[in-house]
Structures are given as C-alpha cells and as structure tokens.
C-alpha cells in the first residue's frame, strides 16, 4: 500500500501552524505539521520545500 507523500510546506500567518501539502493515491491535501509528523509521512517535515507566492522555494 502506497503511503502518503509530502509535497511542499505552507507557512501560515504568525499563531498558526504551518502545514502541508500531501498526496495520496492521486488525491492532494492538506495537513497540519503536527498531524503530519505524527503519522511519520516523508520526507521529513524539515526537508520539503517552502510554497510562498505561488512557487516553491528551495
């Protein structure tokens, strides 16, 4: 079974918490960086890249 893969990390207004963009079995989510860590999805969280404006940022 395939699992999750993380995508890109998205950076949330100051007192939010940043989160993620997964796919999954062709369909694309979002999700926290804590549920995303919990679950142990990959890469890790520290080494996806950041999408600001529209494009990612290495």
């Not at 890109?8 to 860590?37: A, C, F, N, Q, T």
């Not at 990959?42 to 990612?56: A, I, S, V």
């Amino acid at each position: 079974m395939k699992r999750p893969l993380g995508i890109y990390r998205v950076k949330r207004p100051e007192g939010m918490e940043d989160d993620v963009w997964i796919e999954d079995s062709g369909v694309g989510l979002h999700v926290s960086e804590s549920r995303y860590r919990d679950r142990g999805y990959q890469p890790n969280f520290d080494n996806l890249p950041w999408r600001t404006e529209g494009k990612l940022d290495a």
